[in-house]
């Protein structure tokens, strides 16, 4: 139990361009997911929570109108990098959050995506 | 603040034992701990729950002292599947957000 798929696991994109990285939670339902984003042998660095149905919080410094976060559904949140830079490139990650009262707070993550933009 | 994990790396032979900390500056509701390999997601090992909780499965455990606001994961007899590198994802009180530390990576050869 408890997978999350992410899709796609890489990416590479011309400057300029969107990409959009989806996150899926296929055996529990996940009222919050999270979008981390990781430097070569550095840790995970939030990005923005996600709740279903409502705008998406973002940490600071982390540009909104350029990772456009939306959750959809309960299962379902997408991450858009518009107008991708080199700099944008890096390795995204999502989780979701299992509030179940069994395995409450955990949470689990996706495979990742690499963006590379050339 | 990010937590501070040490040691930053460690090799160990096969069999031998670790301890890998995690320290924070903030009061704690709980601890995760998970260890991501090279270009892998992060995998849920255990979660830790304020009142000086340890939990174990097989030969990984780990303890929390809140009053410290620090915690510990102890393999023990490692394993060569045991290599990659572990986070500690600290939750505050009233916040959901975990935040995680610095890591510490762990190999073992045989």
């Known amino acids: 139990g408890a997978v999350v798929s992410q899709h796609p696991s890489r990416v590479i994109c011309k400057s300029g361009t969107s990409v959009k990285i989806e996150c899926r939670s296929l055996?529990?339902?996940?009222?919050?997911m999270f979008w981390y984003r990781q430097f070569p042998k550095k840790s995970l660095m939030l990005m923005a929570t996600?709740?279903?149905?409502?705008?998406?919080?973002?940490e600071q410094g982390v540009e909104k109108d350029k990772f456009l976060i939306n959750h959809a559904s309960l299962t379902l949140s997408t991450l858009t990098v518009t107008s991708a830079h080199p700099e944008d490139s890096s390795f995204y990650i999502c989780?979701?959050?299992?509030?179940?009262?069994?395995?409450?707070?955990?949470?689990?993550f996706g495979a990742g995506t690499r963006l590379s933009v050339l | 603040q990010q937590p501070v994990q040490s040691p930053q790396a460690v090799i160990l032979r096969e069999g031998e034992d670790a301890v890998i900390n995690c320290s924070s500056s903030?009061?704690?509701?709980?601890v995760h701990w998970y260890r991501q390999k090279h270009g892998e997601a992060p995998v849920f090992l255990m979660i830790?729950?304020?009142?000086?909780e340890q939990k174990g499965h097989e030969k990984i455990s780990a303890s929390f002292n809140e009053k410290k606001q620090q915690s510990s994961l102890y393999l023990t007899a490692s394993q060569l599947s045991y290599s990659g590198t572990y986070f500690c994802?600290?939750?505050?009180?009233?916040?959901?957000?975990?935040?995680f530390g610095t890591g510490t990576r762990l190999t073992i050869i045989p």
């Open positions: 996600s709740n279903e149905g409502s705008k998406a919080t973002y």
């Open positions: 989780s979701a959050r299992d509030g179940s009262g069994k395995a409450k707070n955990i949470q689990y």
């Open positions: 055996d529990f339902q996940a009222t919050t």
């Open positions: 994802g600290t939750e505050k009180i009233g916040n959901e957000k975990l935040t």
């Open positions: 830790l729950l304020k009142g000086g």
């Open positions: 903030k009061a704690l509701y709980s």
